[in-house]
């Protein structure tokens, strides 16, 4: 099982951005792609999820209104577009398999979004 994300980002405040996430080695369909970010000196903190199944999505709230998660089935692939973006997104941003139950069992290496102007 791999998951492997896109590279780093620096981004303006207001702007938006996506990291993706190509999942490989399992049946992308039958876990959920989680989102956990943790900014620095911070602990992680979850931001959501997708079932590839259905495109089912869950998200924490505070991200409520300006985040996206999508999922291609074709590509393996999950994404997570967060908009209106602020210095406290500064973040690393980590995709992870969702077992429901059993919590998160991989883990992407992570990708480092920096907002600031």
């Known amino acids: 099982v791999q998951l492997v994300q896109s590279g780093p980002e620096l981004r303006n405040p207001g702007a938006s951005v996506k990291v993706s996430c190509k999942a490989s080695?399992?049946?992308?369909?039958?876990?959920?792609i989680e989102w956990v970010r943790q900014a620095p000196g911070r602990g992680l903190e979850w931001m959501g999820r997708i079932d590839p199944e259905d495109g089912a999505t869950k998200c924490a709230q505070k991200f409520q209104g300006r985040i996206t998660f999508t999922a291609d089935t074709s590509s393996s692939t999950g994404d997570v577009e967060l908009n209106s973006l602020r210095s406290e997104d500064t973040a690393v941003y980590y995709c992870?398999?969702?077992?429901?139950?059993?919590?998160?069992?991989?883990w992407g290496q992570g990708t480092q979004v920096t907002v600031s102007s």
């Open positions: 080695g399992y049946s992308f369909s039958d876990y959920y």
């Open positions: 992870a398999r969702g077992t429901g139950s059993r919590g998160m069992d991989y």
